[in-house]
């Protein structure tokens, strides 16, 4: 299988590329973004495997990625951060955000703009976007908005929800606006995603914990489940089914992600490993990143802390690469009679589809051009509307045929092959004079 190439812009530990390493989906990052010197080491020991030097003909040279992956900083956008204030004089909701041109951390996205144009031909199929919840409250939206007539314009058929990380197994309350954003279209049905029980928090603590894990400031002990309104008001106690609270940045400050109770009624934060293992990283890429930025003997390690609150849950992309995984045409027997005549061809779709047959990925074969050289086969819901079906059809459809994520369903795509045009039937109904 030829490798998925990413660009990873802003990419911290390499969230993506773990999502894609999890699925046995061969990677290739051709290029990977990030101010961090700290999260570098981190992301070069982890896959330190697969970054051998190798001789490379620079004949057919392809920079072009598949797939390209930001999470620009959200401190300006959370309600956490100063929102693009200088000082917490009533920062809440009233800073410049992500403007352009304010010089804010958060409006680095726009740079990501600014490269796909620069990029012309070689631009990416998917890119992918993922920010705090915030970005699509009233006094950010606007950027919100921006952002996705940007990509409009640039040819990319947008796709937007919040994701919880609850929702893929993971016992963290992590809500994250994931855009989907697709060369060419279709839009990214998230309703698709593969979701998971969540695991109970105790499956993710450890036994082990250092000293300096345990909670001694009086002002964080003060917060232990103190119930007031306002942001920095409480600090929540886990319980073994969890779920945790968001892993930020610093765990000894209020709020944090949770702290957990001792037998001697003491408390103690989540360790470095334990937050790490709450954004869906293994052991191996812990110790991995660990053994390049190691802890100082009686000290919590901010560096590590950091790197994991900063992080995408990577359970969250495995099931988002999952799904966006069927529909490329990758196959060479398609690929290879694309403009043929006869039998073994396949067409490019220009005014109209050809016949809807029941199924798409042999030949005679009909694709869509996303960009040169690339194509990908009409979708299942594309199938069904060709055919006259409603959405709601085939919403109900998909529900009482269900596939394994990241699968074509071919129940549906030879119903609809199989069916007769709506719209032929109800002409004819209406002049039967029945």
């Not at 057919?60 to 959370?78: A, E, M, R, T, Y």
């Not at 409250?137 to 919100?144: A, E, L, R």
């Not at 032929?424 to 002049?431: C, D, G, Q, S, Y």
Request: proline share 5%; charged share 25%.
């Amino acid at each position: 299988m030829k490798p998925i190439q990413i660009l990873e812009l802003f990419g911290g530990i390499g969230a993506p590329r773990c999502a894609l390493r999890n699925l046995g989906i061969p990677v290739k990052s051709i290029d990977y973004v990030e101010i961090d010197e700290k999260a570098v080491r981190s992301y070069n020991a982890m896959f330190e495997k697969d970054l051998s030097y190798k001789t490379q003909d620079v004949r057919g040279w392809n920079l072009k990625p598949d797939i390209l992956v930001h999470g620009s900083p959200c401190q300006d956008f959370s309600v956490a951060g100063h929102q693009g204030k200088a000082s917490g004089v009533e920062r809440i909701n009233h800073g410049k955000g992500a403007d352009e041109g304010s010089g804010t951390r958060s409006s680095l996205m726009w740079e990501t703009i600014h490269i796909i144009e620069n990029m012309g031909v070689w631009k990416p199929r998917v890119v992918i976007w993922e920010n705090v919840k915030n970005v699509l409250s009233k006094h950010m939206k606007h950027n919100f908005e921006r952002y996705l007539k940007e990509m409009e314009r640039l040819g990319y058929k947008n796709s937007y929800e919040v994701l919880d990380a609850r929702d893929f197994g993971l016992p963290q309350k992590r809500q994250r606006v994931f855009t989907i954003s697709i060369l060419g279209g279709p839009g990214f049905d998230f309703s698709k995603l593969k979701h998971r029980p969540m695991r109970p928090l105790s499956e993710f603590l450890d036994k082990r914990y250092e000293p300096c894990h345990l909670v001694r400031s009086p002002s964080m002990l003060r917060m232990i489940g103190k119930k007031k309104a306002n942001f920095n008001g409480t600090i929540k106690t886990l319980t073994e089914n969890g779920p945790c609270e968001c892993i930020t940045t610093h765990q000894d400050r209020c709020p944090n992600s949770g702290v957990v109770k001792l037998e001697n009624g003491k408390y103690r934060l989540l360790t470095e490993r334990e937050c790490w293992r709450l954004m869906g990283f293994s052991d191996e890429d812990y110790e991995a990143a660990l053994k390049v930025n190691p802890s100082r003997k009686g000290y919590k390690n901010g560096a590590l802390y950091k790197q994991a609150g900063n992080s995408m849950p990577v359970a969250v992309l495995e099931s988002i690469f999952l799904e966006l995984k069927p529909y490329i045409v990758k196959q060479r027997s398609i690929l290879s009679c694309i403009g043929e005549k006869g039998i073994r061809r396949a067409e490019v779709i220009d005014a109209c589809a050809n016949t809807i047959t029941t199924r798409q990925d042999r030949t005679p074969a009909q694709v869509v051009e996303v960009m040169p050289d690339l194509f990908r086969y009409l979708t299942e819901k594309e199938c069904w509307k060709l055919m006259g079906f409603t959405e709601e059809d085939f919403d109900n459809a998909s529900k009482a045929n269900s596939v394994p994520c990241g699968k074509m369903n071919r129940t549906l795509y030879k119903q609809a092959g199989n069916s007769m045009p709506v719209p032929v039937l109800e002409e004819i109904f209406k002049n039967l004079r029945l």
